[in-house]
């Protein structure tokens, strides 16, 4: 094959030389650097006279240092060449005059001006990013906190998933008969589950998590609330269907939500348990206020007739006043939270699918 020279284009900045070679398909590269300060190129490929062996040869203006740094592409062969000292070079080769194969790349370059300026936006964005770094101090108790959180993560998630195999199991074997029974089969594992949740709304306050303290209060204290006054208190309740159907969408949310948090705690993503935890509860959660909101409703007229939580009243006002009257406020405010919290999970959602979009474009 006839040897022949390749088209090549060349920047610098104060640091670096670029060449870009004009040769598709390269095979058998040999870049070398010689005593005499000279770039040697030898290769085979497809340049401006087809398929070919091209090489070609540069005596530096200035040292280079003996790292030469390449990349082979389809379309070209980028080759990166560390100057001895970083200063501005007049040309590239020793000789004044030009290589006829050589041209300037126009997509690289800059002149001297441009290069200081990107020179000092670059030490500018160096010491900035030591300044943050040495202002953000590593917390000595991070493995701890991690570890605490991981720990409380994975016991609320095997007692949800404890309660949910469970009505799952029975609902299997006994139907519609399971409904009736299902306060006294899981209501000591839900008790414990609720009981636990109160670090939820403890653990920002301390820092521990980002999460807000709100909705995490409002949450944990809806669901109290009904598991404790409204099942817990009213005997007459803990055998109706409801009960069921709040246990049952309560479980279902948070055998996917725990282990998400799990996960994060050792910094791991699950891609279908993500989407799992921010796309369930668009139907499940709405659904779950209404369950609590028919049990709320179920317990008004006990409430009337037990007196059970009724506040005493002066003589002259009446015996007492009926506990079902707050409760009747708390169903406006359980509507009230459901929008504050909706709003708040379908903010995360979209702040979350929307950073890992930007990730993969």
Not at 214 to 241: H, T, Y
Not at 331 to 341: A, E, R, S
Request: with cysteine.
């Amino acid at each position: 094959m006839q040897i022949l020279t390749p088209h090549v284009y060349w920047a610098q900045r104060h640091g670096e030389i670029y060449l870009r070679v004009e040769l598709s398909d390269a095979k058998n590269l040999n870049i070398s650097l010689q005593e005499n300060n000279t770039l040697q190129f030898r290769a085979q490929g497809h340049g401006a006279k087809g398929d070919n062996e091209y090489e070609f040869s540069l005596e530096f203006l200035e040292p280079v240092r003996p790292e030469i740094n390449h990349k082979s592409t389809q379309r070209q062969v980028d080759i990166k060449v560390m100057k001895q000292e970083e200063r501005w070079w007049d040309r590239l080769t020793l000789q004044e005059k030009k290589p006829l194969f050589l041209a300037p790349d126009f997509d690289r370059w800059l002149d001297e001006s441009d290069a200081e300026m990107e020179l000092q936006a670059k030490e500018e964005e160096k010491i900035n990013k030591i300044s943050v770094e040495s202002r953000i101090r590593k917390d000595p108790y991070l493995g701890l906190k991690k570890g605490y959180l991981f720990m409380y993560n994975l016991v609320q998630f095997l007692g949800f998933s404890w309660i949910f195999v469970n009505m799952t199991v029975r609902l299997f074997i006994l139907g519609q008969d399971s409904f009736y029974d299902t306060f006294h089969t899981t209501a000591d594992m839900m008790y414990f589950c609720q009981m636990m949740a109160v670090l939820e709304v403890i653990n920002p306050l301390l820092g521990l998590v980002k999460t807000g303290f709100f909705p995490a209060m409002i949450q944990v204290a809806g669901r109290n609330v009904i598991l404790f006054v409204i099942f817990g208190s009213v005997e007459e309740m803990q055998n109706k269907p409801v009960v069921f159907f709040v246990f049952y969408l309560w479980s279902t949310i948070e055998i996917f939500r725990y282990p998400f948090y799990m996960l994060a705690c050792i910094s791991t993503e699950w891609k279908l348990l993500t989407w799992l935890r921010y796309s369930l509860w668009i139907p499940l959660y709405p659904l779950g206020v209404i369950a609590e909101a028919v049990a709320v409703i179920q317990s008004l007229p006990i409430f009337d007739e037990t007196r059970l939580f009724s506040l005493p009243l002066p003589a002259m006002l009446g015996h007492s006043l009926s506990f079902s009257y707050t409760l009747q406020l708390y169903l406006v405010l359980m509507f009230l939270g459901l929008f504050i919290n909706f709003r708040h999970l379908y903010k995360q959602r979209r702040r979350r699918f929307r950073s890992r979009k930007r990730k993969v474009h």
